[in-house]
């Protein structure tokens, strides 16, 4: 059980480094935030370079197989789109065409490819940037945090379309940290508001000391360090807490209007909590929470 003295040592902990991790130097953090942004963005270019190599050639194929088929207007279609992409060299909605549909589908099935391996390479940057941000705002070094937010925030704009979360998604508690850790703004626009679900490792859990009225049970996605701070109401759900022979407690959650527990919990094991996502407050939010059935 997390006790209300641990939640901002927890908290303190996110920023430290790992057991035998050598303190960054700032000097090279800067040159070295500025080199994984660069890596990404090559990464990036060698992304779209490929997948649009792959669409020249399939737009060859299907001309052919227009002009097989004695469709005109289909295979000038294609032909047109060849000539564009050899002027242009991108690919992407604005160009999308009403006919061929064959055409078409070719085209959004590349967009949406595209969008997705770039989509991964920057959430797979991300991490790296956000332990920079981090270690220049504990050392003091703001205006060099400042520059590695920028690099974040250029290179989510840039080749990642904010997309608000459907309601009743599931969102593992990674990618919500990570999104908060990156761009608050950004987050928000996503996230808040939104009834989502989150999944995640349980971390632990508590009365809310400002609130009886409250119960607090915190997910973690593993790698962070940092909490989604789920509450439930007392009004909807009871709680008991539980000890084996070995000392070992467990969290017990029963709907008030059951007498069968919906859930019995321990730190370390996956859980799904639905709630409305409140934002960044030292911890990400999540109210109104329940567990999905």
Not at 3 to 26: E, M, V
Not at 75 to 91: F, K, N, P, S
Not at 278 to 287: F, I, S
């Amino acid at each position: 059980m997390i006790s209300s003295r641990l939640i901002p040592a927890a908290l303190a902990l996110a920023l430290a480094l790992s057991p035998g991790q050598a303190a960054p130097n700032p000097v090279a953090n800067v040159n070295l935030g500025e080199s994984e942004a660069l890596k990404c963005e090559e990464k990036i270019a060698s992304i779209r370079r490929d997948v649009l190599g792959k669409y020249e050639d399939q737009l060859g194929d299907l001309q052919n197989t227009l002009q097989k088929a004695a469709d005109l207007e289909g295979a000038l279609a294609v032909r047109d789109e060849r000539g564009r992409l050899a002027q242009e060299h991108t690919l992407s909605e604005r160009n999308y065409v009403a006919e061929p549909k064959a055409l078409r589908t070719l085209q959004t099935q590349q967009v949406t490819k595209m969008q997705e391996l770039v989509a991964q390479v920057v959430q797979d940057t991300l991490p790296k940037l956000i332990e920079l941000k981090k270690s220049f705002t504990v050392a003091g070094k703001l205006d060099d945090a400042v520059a590695v937010r920028t690099a974040i925030e250029k290179l989510q704009n840039s080749h990642v379309p904010v997309a608000r979360a459907d309601a009743g998604s599931v969102v593992p508690a990674e990618t919500l940290l990570l999104a908060y850790a990156g761009d608050r703004s950004r987050a928000d626009k996503t996230y808040k508001g939104q009834k989502i679900t989150v999944h995640g490792i349980v971390g632990g859990y508590r009365h809310d000391p400002a609130d009886a009225k409250f119960y607090h049970v915190y997910l973690t996605g593993g790698g962070s360090g940092t909490w989604v701070q789920c509450a439930f109401s007392a009004n909807e759900y009871r709680f008991r807490e539980e000890k084996n022979a070995f000392g070992a407690v467990t969290l017990v959650i029963t709907p008030k209007d059951s007498d069968n527990a919906t859930a019995r919990l321990q730190k370390g094991q996956g859980l799904e909590i639905r709630g409305v996502c409140e934002g960044l407050d030292e911890v990400v939010r999540l109210n109104k929470c329940d567990l999905p059935r």
